[in-house]
């Protein structure tokens, strides 16, 4: 079957999740730049939140670039992100506002582990179903930002418990090494 209703349904609702987290962002009471600084922590995780939605948006969006067709499995792999992803504003606002206390950090983690598990199998069950030489194969290759990454929120939720803003800085770190543009799709899709 074809993609265009996966891509459409994902998109419809990855805006849906951003909407829902910047509606999460409360107005400040008061008039100066003091009344802000309450909100700081939750602004920053919705940063942090929004640049991850971007990040999933975006390598999706490749993905299925490189794709002709989809079939049940990848539907039902394509939701499984989606819900991970859903979770996302529940967790930002958690750990926004309980100022990375332990256990909403962790939780942020797992969040961010498992819509990584989760893109990993969309991506693998695509590669099978158009093959080990197709554009998407060859594109991911070994997928060694996608491992280093699943590691990073690893540490990162064995971290929390201890030292919370160190897996703030990890969660960080690996959206900011996503960031740098992943050339392999378009390379692929070139050759």
Not at 4 to 29: C, H, N, Q, Y
Request: aromatic fraction near 12%.
């Amino acid at each position: 079957m074809g993609k265009g209703r996966v891509e459409a349904f994902s998109d419809g609702v990855i805006a849906i999740i951003i909407t829902i987290m910047v509606l999460e962002l409360k107005v400040p009471e008061g008039f100066d730049l003091a009344a802000l600084r309450p909100m700081l922590p939750v602004f920053c995780a919705y940063v942090l939140s929004f640049i991850y939605v971007g990040i999933y948006w975006n390598n999706h969006h490749h993905m299925f670039h490189a794709v002709q067709k989809v079939n049940g499995a990848v539907l039902w792999a394509n939701l499984h992100l989606l819900f991970w992803l859903s979770l996302l504003p529940a967790v930002t606002h958690w750990v926004g506002q309980n100022h990375l206390a332990s256990w909403p950090t962790a939780m942020y983690g797992v969040v961010l582990f498992m819509a990584a598990i989760a893109y990993f199998i969309l991506t693998r069950l695509l590669i099978r179903e158009h093959g080990k030489e197709s554009a998407i194969a060859k594109a991911v290759g070994n997928d060694f930002k996608g491992k280093v990454s699943v590691a990073i929120y690893l540490a990162g939720i064995g971290l929390a418990s201890i030292a919370p803003w160190a897996s703030a800085v990890l969660y960080t770190l690996a959206a900011a090494w996503w960031l740098v543009p992943d050339r392999r799709i378009e390379h692929a899709l070139e050759a």
